[in-house]
Every structure is written in structure tokens, then in C-alpha cells.
């Protein structure tokens, strides 16, 4: 603690007289739509660091999530953020300016329709309105690659770039015939549509290797189970995300960070069952990006 406080110190960029008030450490972490995943992991992780770093003011962005959480944090924008693993470069810069503290969870891509709707396979979104994600988001990246793969890129599928929220509107309206979104189980923003419409879920598990082989090891194949959303058991297309940092953040900070986040996994899976399947073995698996000097340090101390 007291080199948390010295850190804090430091940051601030104290003067010389001793009663002079210091500015808080700010700490923004990049996260995605209110009822998805990252918001709610965030929100959770914003307040744990507030109540256990002094002098540390953290606080949630709502964002389009992955793509621009990546940008939002290597511009300096945010301190910490949410990432899909596939939304990052094959091979990191010789310099990067983004760093991982951990990899928390699987994002798995959900594309969610209506039970009595027209839509069962993937080939079924041929000519048909689907919202792909945000433009910045992470669901984007994956549903954009899938339809390809699938050779239903280009016009073959009327697409719409709407946010998780929106997308969840657009289909209970009639607007769209199918969504796509990709997010840890629960995804809340589904839960609340599965408690007023009946869903369908498609299922996506032979479009694993043929992404593998498009774009990356990554993907890998993970199961919806009927017990999440009261919807058909599907296996669907899924890649792990990370938990990033800016580069020049201080690595004690980035330390405390890290210890909190591996530490507390209880308290934070409160907020979302997700960050309870956290370990710290799996966390520094976060290939292609390297860990934050910081995260790197407390997981060497504690050798998982």
C-alpha cells in the first residue's frame, strides 16, 4: 500500500508544500454497450479500484467496444479497455503503444434471431436485413470475416451497423431479420429480449476452422447452452479477450491492477459470471500481444 501511495504521489505531480490537494489518478477503462458484458465487468473492476487504490478515480466509457477500445487506449484516450483477440494485429509492433494485463474471458458470437422467423442457418441470411455490429466493435471484425468465409460478403446481405441495444430494438420491431453480437455468457442485452420474444439461436460450429484457416488460431468452438437463454442449444464461433493497458502506464499501477483483478474474481463475477472464469494461468496467455511489464511482474511473483 505505501507503494501505491507513493505512486499516486507521483502521478499526481505533487508540489513542494505538504497541504496543497492533489489531483486524483485518473483511470478511464474502455468498455462497450450498457447491457453487454464489458460494461458490466468494467463498472465492477472501476469500483474495486476506486475503493482499494487511493487517490485513484476510476471510471467507465461506453464505447462500440474491441476495435475502438484499441484505439481509444493507444491514443491515450483511456487507461484501460476490452478487446476481442482478433481485432488486434497478427504480430505486435516493435513499439506497441497497447499492452495486455490479462486475458479474462471468451467472447462467443451469438447470431440471434426470432423462433418463428425465416432464418436457421448462416446461408438463411442470404438477401436478408442483419445488423453486424457497431462499426468499432469487436462483433463487427468476427461477423464481418464469417460472411466472408461464408461468401456472403459484399451485398449478398443487406447489412446494418447497429450496437447491441439497437440491434435488440431493430429485431423486436420487425427492422431486421437477424443480429449478430459477440460477448460473454450472459449477455444481458439477449436475456432481456429472451424474456418478452422467443429467440432462435443459429448455430455456428462448423464456421470454426474455416475462420482458423482465413484469419488466425484464435477462434475456437464453444457451446450456448439452452439453460442461458431458455433458446436452443447451439455451438457457435468464439476467441478470447483481453483486459489491455496504455504502454507508459506506470508499471506499479499497472501491478495493483492486476493483483485486484486476479485476486478479487469473486467479488467481480457478482457483476457478471464472466470475470469469475478468470485464472492466472490463463491470463497471461495473450498472444500476439505482450504483457504489460506490471501485469507481468505480479504474475512472475506469484508464479501460476
Same mark, same amino acid.
Given at each position: 500500500m505505501a507503494l501505491?501511495?507513493?505512486? %499516486?504521489?507521483? #502521478? !499526481?505531480? =505533487?508540489? @513542494?508544500? /505538504?497541504?496543497?490537494?492533489?489531483?486524483?489518478?485518473?483511470?478511464?477503462?474502455?468498455?462497450?454497450?450498457?447491457?453487454?458484458?464489458?460494461?458490466?465487468?468494467?463498472?465492477?473492476?472501476?469500483?474495486?479500484l476506486n475503493r482499494e487504490l487511493p487517490g485513484v478515480q476510476a471510471s467507465v466509457e461506453v464505447t462500440a467496444a474491441s476495435a475502438q477500445n484499441v484505439r481509444l487506449v493507444g491514443s491515450g484516450q483511456a487507461e484501460l479497455g476490452f478487446t476481442q483477440a482478433d481485432v488486434l494485429p497478427p504480430r505486435a509492433p516493435e513499439h506497441?503503444?497497447?499492452?495486455?494485463?490479462?486475458?479474462?474471458?471468451?467472447?462467443?458470437?451469438?447470431?440471434?434471431?426470432?423462433?418463428?422467423?425465416? %432464418?436457421?442457418? #448462416? !446461408?438463411? =441470411?442470404? @438477401?436478408? /436485413?442483419?445488423?453486424?455490429?457497431a462499426d468499432g466493435s469487436g462483433t463487427e471484425v468476427t461477423a464481418s470475416r464469417l460472411l466472408a468465409v461464408a461468401q456472403?460478403?459484399?451485398?449478398?446481405?443487406?447489412?446494418?451497423?447497429?450496437?447491441?441495444?439497437?440491434?435488440?430494438?431493430?429485431?423486436?420491431?420487425?427492422?431486421?431479420?437477424?443480429?449478430?453480437?459477440?460477448?460473454?455468457l450472459p449477455v444481458r442485452g439477449v436475456t432481456e429480449l429472451a424474456g418478452s420474444t422467443s429467440l432462435r439461436m443459429v448455430d455456428l460450429g462448423d464456421w470454426t476452422e474455416p475462420l482458423r484457416r482465413g484469419y488466425g488460431q484464435v477462434y475456437v468452438t464453444r457451446d450456448i447452452p439452452r439453460s442461458v437463454y431458455g433458446a436452443n442449444p447451439v455451438s457457435t464461433v468464439a476467441n478470447p479477450n483481453y483486459?489491455?493497458?496504455?504502454?507508459?502506464?506506470?508499471?506499479?499501477?499497472?501491478?495493483?491492477?492486476?493483483?485486484?483483478?486476479?485476486e478479487r474474481r469473486e467479488e467481480l463475477a457478482a457483476a457478471h459470471p464472466a470475470a469469475g472464469r478468470m485464472s492466472p494461468r490463463a491470463a497471461i496467455v495473450?498472444?500476439?500481444?505482450?504483457?504489460?511489464?506490471?501485469?507481468?511482474?505480479?504474475?512472475?511473483?506469484t508464479k501460476p
Open positions: 501505491v501511495l507513493l505512486l %499516486v504521489s507521483a #502521478l !499526481a505531480g =505533487l508540489a @513542494g508544500c /505538504r497541504d496543497e490537494p492533489t489531483e486524483p489518478v485518473r483511470i478511464r477503462i474502455a468498455t462497450g454497450s450498457p447491457t453487454a458484458v464489458y460494461h458490466a465487468f468494467g463498472q465492477s473492476l472501476a469500483a474495486l506497441p503503444t497497447v499492452l495486455a494485463v490479462a486475458r479474462v474471458y471468451d467472447d462467443l458470437l451469438h447470431l440471434v434471431t426470432t423462433a418463428g422467423g425465416p %432464418v436457421r442457418t #448462416l !446461408a438463411d =441470411l442470404r @438477401g436478408r /436485413r442483419v445488423s453486424v455490429g456472403l460478403g459484399g451485398d449478398q446481405v443487406h447489412q446494418e451497423h447497429l450496437g447491441l441495444d439497437a440491434s435488440v430494438a431493430a429485431l423486436r420491431a420487425g427492422q431486421i431479420d437477424a443480429f449478430f453480437f459477440s460477448g460473454g483486459l489491455i493497458a496504455r504502454a507508459d502506464l506506470p508499471a506499479a499501477l499497472v501491478r495493483e491492477v492486476t493483483r485486484l483483478l486476479m495473450t498472444t500476439p500481444l505482450p504483457l504489460h511489464p506490471g501485469a507481468a511482474d505480479w504474475y512472475r511473483a
